[in-house]
């Protein structure tokens, strides 16, 4: 595959659609939730990889070809989730975006993947959207009680956030 196929391809990716099976307001693309994976990374590592934020931006461009499948199917279709594995391999290959991860980057990657869904799911939920309770409330348990594997950074983030949009940063610049 060439540099422009390459680029086609994975400007593509970044355009599907997560969390189909769920009715939430305005969109929610693998494009963005990469970047805001990279972006949690970034921020709160104390000195994160440059393989770590290749992957943070790459790790759902697969499924631009083997869809989102949601993570319950997955759970309970093991057969299923080893298939798209395989899938999700050969197109990483093809692409030439994988890349080898430590035990610790990939902890990383799971521990940012995780928190920026329930991100997501809060301010779902703060917009009205009842539908995001259930994936709020179940990434709570997962990372406020059953997250021993989670960076204590990571762990920290959720225990002390509470949301509320940010500030009109163009007011501020204005008045100097």
Known sequence: M???EKIMALREASKVERCHTILHHGSYTNGQHSYDVANLILT???SPSLNLIK?????DCAERWSGDVPSPVKSHEPDLAEALSRVEARVEDELGVRVALTEEERR?????DRVEL???AVEQVEMGNKYAMEVRDVLEDEL???ADWLPIECKTFVQDY???PCSDLTAQ???G
């Open 2 to 4: 060439n540099k422009k």
């Open 118 to 120: 329930w991100l997501w």
């Open 162 to 164: 509470q949301w509320k």
């Open 108 to 112: 990383w990657l799971h521990a940012a």
């Open 44 to 46: 709160l590592h104390p």
């Open 55 to 59: 992957v943070a931006l790459w790790h």
């Open 173 to 175: 610049w204005r008045r």
């Open 144 to 146: 406020w009680h059953h």
